[in-house]
């Protein structure tokens, strides 16, 4: 290969880096976000649920950490951490984006859905706070799927061999 | 280990001695009274509602006075203080207080009607300040405002909309009232959307000229003193700082209340207690002379409630066998480590009557997954020795937080456990610093093995870990089965599925791909690996076979066998869900790291130790709470879904004994 596209490999790691982080984090924000409109009302009417509610509200924060998980095993994977970029040729460049791929998106969408499901987790708390058990594994469900996502492309990552 | 078999317990005694007997009860705190017994001719239940109405109101009224007591002495409360519990209160100081009920009682209500009258005079201040404003653009007048004129002239008093100069009004009674002459016009104060004004004139013209600045917009305001503005502002002023005064007059009074905070929380206890005896007297059937009460009593329990009620009263109690039909309540009974984490049970649901009491095996599991999502020995530690000295310090905390705090103390533990295996201290806190500060490399093994380096090796145990857990889960469905007897059911149901897993198990874990993933190759000999073969064989056949049992139609009965046997991706899916505690472990690591790589950037010296002293504990507290959030949500998933979801089914009702329920201090017992 020569010219740019020889030198692009990594260029792409860098990219697959990024969407993990940003696509995952995006999917947090959105779902801590819409989990958190649904806090305020409950606290606005009884603040002594402020701690469970927030716990509630937390739940769908994880996928932005399985993210950045992520995006960090692939900083260091290539090096840019250590200062010594790795020589990756395209090919793993873009292996290395495909890895990434699944926690971006899973984390996107199910981040979201988990904000969803978390409020109407939150509902359940505000009419009957001692069903606080269970209502939390209702969002716990949805991360199931983050969980899975981040595996395959955490195996991935650290197993794609870099020079 | 067990669900606590009840005894219905029935004691009749006589009337006379019934309050006595029914406080005795309820300061022994062990009976859920529970009838039986309809009314009929000779039993029959006394209306004790207005009696309990008024207890409660009274309860109330102490809670009240506190909560104003609240407001204007402040005690404060630390953070921790809602973990301290109820104070403990002797009975002779609890009776002592009782004694000044009335008097208490009387303070009560005297501090709720103080409150009240503050109000009432704040309401009225804001009336007066309302009164002055209204009042701020007549100021510059200097004759009362409802002077109506000499015997020849008239004034008008009022505002007209807009910013108007002399000449528009002049302008207007010329135009409306051409006859009226010599009307003199004063603007008292111009605002922007209002002018305040006099108009004096001839007082047979008054009439016309008024009519004709109404034309304009002209109004009389609405209230109209018959002092000069500036003496009424004066008088007001004088009238709210009178108020104020009386405010901060009865504000002491409310102070000099203080000492008898003690004394309201005893007796607004003592009023819920008696609400309590109230309801239940209400509801035990009584004859003319004799009295009966019926309820559940916890196994363990019979002899006090023989001794304490039978020797001491004169009454007849009898014993028996909870009936098959009736809804038996629940109490668990476990040691001290399991039954840290039947908060967690219950929240999911109590065992049903006969059903096994999953909290000792749970117990053990719980610990060993919350540790290996954490699994870090410093975060671990921190959490360890906190809650430690919370359960230390705090001995009297309520008992359903106390076991949760002592089940994250047993948690924390597991935690170190785990952190020493996969060396995780604060991530590899000890390794950035050696390099950063001192540089030297300093590399802190990992008993085991560290998670980040064999992803694979962990993924493996964990979907192990998972395997037992779900198979012991299947067992204890075995283990029921045939405590009742349901012999055929534990071999279809529980055997059968073992067969087939265990031999799909044996199959799998020669195989390339097992091998691929676990990265060694493990042979069987030839007698198991014939055992996988013949097992899963005859499991799935037994299953095809067996699982429709119910159904008599041989064709339906294969279908359900062959929709039992399509379990197996339910199977898959479980054991595939422990892999959560491969990524939560990980997840904990990388952030730790992070956070240390973070601190690091700031680079050697005094500034450099600074920036790494602020982010670590920023980064490390934040990587602590998200993660400890993580491994309780999940450590609780797997219970809850995939465990109980072999065996489990709960919904037992809880075991509400008729005890002293109150809200400020506990009595202490007397022996």
Sequence with gaps: MEGIWGNLGIVYALLGAAAAVFLAGAGSAIGVGIAGQAASGVVAEDPNQFAKVLIMQLLPGTQGIYGLLVGFITLSKIGLLGGSLAAIDPQTGLMILAACLPIGIVGLISGKYQGMTSAAAIGIVAKKPDQFGKAMLFPAMVETYAILALLISILSVSNISVA | ?671
């Design chain 2, 1 to 671: 280990m067990a669900v606590l078999q009840m005894q219905r317990i029935s004691i009749c005694a006589l009337k006379t001695e019934r309050k006595a007997i029914l406080e005795k009860i309820q300061s022994l705190g062990v009976m859920e009274i529970n009838h039986v017994l309809d009314e009929d001719q000779d039993f029959q239940k006394m209306d004790t509602a207005s009696q309990r109405s008024s207890f409660e109101k009274a309860a109330n009224t102490a809670d009240q006075a506190l909560a104003i007591l609240q407001e204007y002495v402040p005690v404060k409360q630390s953070m921790l203080s809602s973990l301290a519990g109820k104070d403990l209160v002797e009975q002779k100081k609890f009776r002592e207080s009782v004694s000044r009920k009335e008097e208490t009682l009387k303070n009560a209500k005297q501090l709720v009607r103080l409150n009240k009258s503050i109000a009432e005079k704040k309401a009225n201040i804001l009336k007066l300040e309302n009164d002055q404003e209204a009042l701020t653009p007549w100021l510059p007048l200097d004759i009362p405002m409802n002077y109506s004129g000499t015997t020849h002239t008239a004034m008008l008093l009022g505002t007209m909309p807009g910013a108007m100069t002399l000449e528009d009004i002049y302008g207007a009674i010329a135009e409306n009232a051409p006859d009226a002459a010599g009307t003199d016009v004063q603007i008292i104060t111009a605002e922007q959307d209002t002018t305040y004004l006099t108009v004096i004139c001839h007082r047979k013209d008054e009439t016309a000229v008024e009519d004709a600045l109404r034309s304009k917009g002209f109004a009389k305001p609405t209230q109209v003193t018959h002092h000069v503005p500036s003496r009424k502002k004066e008088l007001l002023e004088g009238k709210i700082k009178q108020l104020n005064t009386e405010i901060t007059d009865i504000e002491s009074q409310i102070k000099g209340l203080d000492s008898k905070r003690a004394d309201l929380k005893l007796m607004s206890d003592y009023y819920r207690i008696r609400a309590d005896k109230y309801q239940v007297l209400g509801d035990i059937p009584q004859s003319q002379r004799t009295f009966l009460i019926s309820g559940y009593v916890p196994g363990n329990a019979v002899e006090l409630m023989k001794k304490e009620i039978g020797e001491r009263f004169d009454c007849v109690i009898d014993m028996e066998e909870v009936k098959e039909e009736e809804d038996m309540p629940i109490l668990l009974k476990n040691n001290k480590f399991s039954e840290s984490v039947d908060g967690v049970l219950a929240s999911y649901g109590l065992p049903q009557r006969h059903e096994f009491d999953p909290t000792t095996i749970m117990s053990f599991f719980y610990v060993f997954f919350f540790g290996m999502m954490l699994s870090d020995a410093a975060y671990g530690a921190i959490i360890a020795i906190a809650c430690f000295i919370v359960l230390k310090k705090f001995p009297r905390m309520e008992k359903g937080m106390s076991k949760m705090i002592r089940m994250f103390m047993f948690c924390g533990i597991s935690t170190v456990c785990w952190g020493i295996l996969f060396g995780g201290y604060f991530g590899d806190v000890i390794t950035v610093v050696a390099k950063t500060f001192f540089d030297t490399d300093i590399v802190v093994p990992a008993l085991w093995f560290v998670p980040l380096n064999n992803p694979m090796k962990l993924l493996v145990y964990s979907l192990a870990f998972g395997v037992i857990h779900l198979f012991v889960g299947l067992g204890i469905k075995g283990y029921s089965l045939i405590k009742q007897k349901k012999y055929l059911d534990a071999v279809c149901d529980v055997g059968l599925w073992f067969l087939f897993l265990l031999g799909l198990l044996v199959m799998l874990i020669p195989s390339d791909l097992f091998a691929s993933i676990a990265q060694v190759k493990i042979v069987f000999p030839a007698a198991v690996t014939a055992f996988g073969k013949y097992g899963t064989i005859a499991g799935a056949l037994g299953l095809l076979l067996m699982s429709g049992r119910s159904s008599k139609n041989p064709g339906l009965r294969l279908a359900l066998g062959a929709y039992d046997l399509y379990n197996i991706t339910g199977w898959l899916s479980d054991v595939l869900s422990y892999s959560r505690l491969l990524a939560l472990g990980l997840a904990t690591g990388v952030i730790a790291s992070v956070v240390n790589q973070m601190g690091s950037m700031a680079g050697k010296g005094v500034f450099g130790a600074l920036m790494f002293a602020l982010i670590f504990l920023v980064g490390h507290a934040l990587n602590m709470a998200i993660n400890i959030l993580g491994a309780y949500v999940h450590t609780n998933r797997l219970q809850y879904v995939e465990f109980f979801g072999k065996f489990y089914e709960g919904g037992g009702r809880a075991f509400e004994p008729f005890k002293e329920n109150t809200k400020y201090v506990d009595i202490k017992e007397e022996h």
